[in-house]
């Protein structure tokens, strides 16, 4: 199986930090695969790099199979085909919920008015926030924010999603509604790369979970394994803060 | 004259003195937009120059570039012998670097995170800015533009010193006609006060009204 | 441009004018604006409708029609006639205070809001408050906003023309009048007003720079 997504020994490095150390993984269509790892293991910047947003340092992304930046292709093209949704929901805040799915739709995919509005419409509802679609960012509260967030992604239909921890910056009664609407698109099939601390979800809908730390990926392995016997000593650590 | 007759003949001169103003605004806003844009997403020499020209044009009178213009290109150049026309591109170049300075730091308010936001979803940073960047910038800049927009129907006095016939020469002509000293004066202040202060108050209301709504 | 080189005397004595102009009148609209603000924070409600007209009148009218009104139209009132310089110096400053005050009670507001309840705990009465307290550290925080009204005044000084002063720009048209040479002596000019403009900004960028109180931010 081909993968759609793909990095091989990704490093990036800003001044004296390196953020991410020679990574590669990738992520095949249907997949959900979650990224773990303690704060600062650089799941951000791999995922921000991934989704080609940041420029790596060395090595190469590769998305259905062709390498990104050797090939010189339209990274705008590319990045409307690569869902991205923030910690921080970053709606704009100057168009409604409705808008903010709209933009995207119609400057960049190039929809008509009523075309755009009409998909829009339908990617609400896919995260529950229909009856939002006139309210304003600063209306809504942040879980609410987050699931327009998700939906301004996944209105462009993207061929993957990426999740750089969307409930981190959400109060707990709010991440649960997040989170539902995560699992709902994990079941629907969709193409989903998360990093996240929400070992819960991971263990109900991933494929496969990836442990990095200090910029590194660790281990791989599946939920089971993981939630029963990790190999090495730090995931074993990491699990038990987690779980315990 | 009677004062209402000399109070008329001022009012006469208004028009003229909002074309200056309204005409040299529209000239320093194309020219902040896009020195603040060069600015911020400009190669190297583009930057260069905006900075170059925000930091001269913030640090000379306007009466000297207007003179500079009307009498040293002048002669030269025959555009410039019109002082109406002179006056307005005088007061407009200055007002570009003004505005320059309210835009960037209004677009530097608006956040590195919605640009990211944005190019997520595939806009170019061109795209980026016209629907996302900029449409919030606009918002934030409001107080300042307000106040530049007072600032310049004030300095639109200036343009009577090469001739033009705006309010402030209206007021001269009085005086000299009238041999009065005191009705001219007064009442052309309060005509200045009373043109600047919807400009400078509601702008600036409006603006932080926006602000908070949206969240800023 | 060498020919400027026979007015030097004329040249340095017009430009030294207006940096005393423009120094004086700050410094004098330095104290009318802390009065103003003064006014306005602890006035009964004449004081602060006072300081609101005084306000409103000078920001929002030109510097050139308030020139007039204290050079023609006031003596014609009170009889009192005044040297030029003396009017310009007091228009200039009345024209910055106005200015000022804005700035200052902004300042002073945010201190004494954060400071008072240390300084009362202490036992300091009122007045002593602001002269020790809120004043220091309100001067502190406007040095941004203040050398942008150095730079303010010091371009505006060229308004002073009209009731003759023999500023710097003036003299650029005394010169001009003589030589014929327009381009180049008003070339000169401006490019002087820039170089010092440019250098007094600077100047007090550094300054801000050195003695700022960490964590204390610029009023904008």
Redesign the interface.
């Known amino acids: 199986m081909t993968s759609i997504l793909e990095c091989q020994d990704l490093t990036k490095v800003y001044g004296k930090v390196i953020a991410v150390n020679n990574v590669s993984i990738g992520i095949g269509r249907g997949e959900t695969k979650v990224i773990f790892g303690p704060s600062g293991s650089g799941k951000s910047t791999l995922l921000r790099c991934l989704?080609l947003?940041e420029k790596p340092t060395r090595g190469s992304i590769y998305f259905n199979g062709v390498d990104v930046y050797a090939s010189k292709q339209d990274l705008?093209?590319?990045?409307?085909?690569i869902?991205?949704v923030?910690q921080?929901p970053?709606?704009?805040?100057?168009l409604t919920a409705l808008g903010n799915v709209m933009?995207?739709l119609k400057?960049?995919l190039g929809l008509s008015d009523a075309e755009a509005r009409r998909k829009a419409h339908e990617a609400l509802k896919l995260v529950k926030m229909e009856d939002w679609a006139n309210y304003?960012?600063?209306q809504l509260s942040g879980g609410q924010q987050q699931r327009v967030?998700i939906a301004?992604?996944i209105s462009?239909d993207p061929e993957v999603v990426l999740f750089d921890e969307p409930t981190a910056a959400l109060d707990v009664e709010l991440k649960w509604e997040v989170i539902a609407v995560m699992r709902d698109l994990a079941d629907r099939g969709t193409t989903m790369l998360v990093a996240t601390h929400e070992l819960r979800f991971a263990r109900e809908v991933a494929d496969e979970m990836i442990f990095m730390d200090q910029g590194q990926i660790i281990e791989v392995g599946s939920p089971d394994h993981f939630f029963t016997s990790p190999n090495t000593e730090r995931a074993k650590k990491f699990m038990a803060k987690i779980l315990g | 004259m009677t004062p209402l007759e000399q109070i008329t003949f001022l009012l006469k001169a208004v028009p003229v003195t909002l074309a200056i103003s309204f005409l040299s605004f529209l000239l320093g806003l194309g020219l902040g937009v896009s020195l603040a844009f060069m600015r911020i997403y400009g190669v190297a020499p583009l930057r260069y120059f905006s900075d170059s020209y925000e930091?001269?044009f913030?640090?000379?009178?306007?009466?000297?570039?207007m003179?500079?213009l009307y009498?040293?290109?002048g002669?030269?150049v025959p555009v410039f012998k019109d002082p109406f026309f002179t006056s307005v591109i005088s007061l407009g170049i200055v007002s570009g670097a003004n505005q320059s300075q309210i835009f960037r730091?209004a677009i530097g308010s608006v956040g590195r995170?919605?640009m990211?936001?944005?190019?997520?979803?595939?806009?170019?940073q061109l795209?980026a800015m016209r629907?996302?960047i900029l449409?919030?910038a606009l918002?934030l800049a409001v107080p300042g533009l307000g106040s530049e927009i007072?600032l310049l129907i004030?300095?639109?006095?200036?343009s009577?010193?090469i001739g033009v016939i705006e309010l402030?020469k209206h007021?001269d002509i009085l005086?000299a006609s009238q041999r009065s000293?005191?009705l001219p004066?007064?009442a052309?202040?309060?005509i200045?006060?009373?043109m600047?202060?919807p400009a400078?108050t509601y702008l600036d209301k409006w603006g932080s009204r926006k602000k908070r709504?949206?969240?800023? | 441009m060498l020919f400027l080189l026979d007015y030097s005397t004329f040249i340095i004595t017009g430009f030294l004018i207006t940096v005393e102009v423009t120094l004086i009148g700050v410094g004098l609209g330095l104290i009318l604006g802390i009065l103003a603000a003064l006014g306005d924070i602890f006035g009964g409600r004449i004081v602060k409708i006072i300081v609101n007209i005084y306000v409103?009148?000078f920001?929002?009218?030109?510097?050139?029609?308030?020139l007039?009104?204290f050079y023609?139209?006031i003596p014609?009132?009170t009889g009192i006639s005044m040297d030029v310089m003396v009017t310009a110096i007091l228009t200039l400053a009345l024209n910055s205070g106005a200015y000022q005050k804005g700035y200052l009670k902004g300042a002073m507001e945010a201190v004494f809001k954060d400071q008072l309840m240390a300084a009362l705990s202490l036992g300091l009465p009122m007045w002593k408050i602001f002269l020790y307290v809120v004043i220091p550290q309100a001067l502190r925080i406007v040095i941004p906003a203040w050398s942008n009204e150095l730079?303010s005044m010091?371009?505006?000084?060229?308004?002073l023309?009209?009731i003759g002063v023999r500023e710097f720009?003036n003299t650029?048209?005394s010169i001009?009048a003589q030589t014929f040479r327009?381009?180049?002596?008003?070339?000169f000019?401006?490019i002087t007003?820039?170089i010092w403009?440019?250098s007094m900004?600077k100047a007090l960028d550094i300054l801000y720079n050195r003695i700022k109180i960490p964590g204390l931010e610029p009023i904008?």
């Open positions: 989704g947003l705008n093209k590319l990045r409307a085909r869902g991205f923030f921080d970053s709606l704009f805040r100057h933009l995207g400057h960049v304003y960012p600063s967030g301004r992604a462009m | 930091k001269f913030r640090s000379v009178p306007v009466l000297a570039v003179l500079l009498f040293g290109i002669p030269l730091s995170t919605q990211l936001a944005a190019i997520s979803i595939g806009l170019t795209k629907y996302v449409p919030q918002f007072a004030k300095d639109s006095a200036y009577f010193i402030m007021t005086r000293l005191i004066y007064i052309s202040a309060i200045y006060v009373v600047t202060f400078a709504e949206l969240g800023l | 409103e009148f920001r929002g009218s030109p510097l050139i029609v308030q007039f009104i023609f139209t014609m009132i730079a010091g371009k505006s000084t060229t308004a023309i009209v720009l650029g048209i001009t327009p381009l180049e002596t008003y070339a000019i401006t007003y820039f403009i440019y900004l904008i």
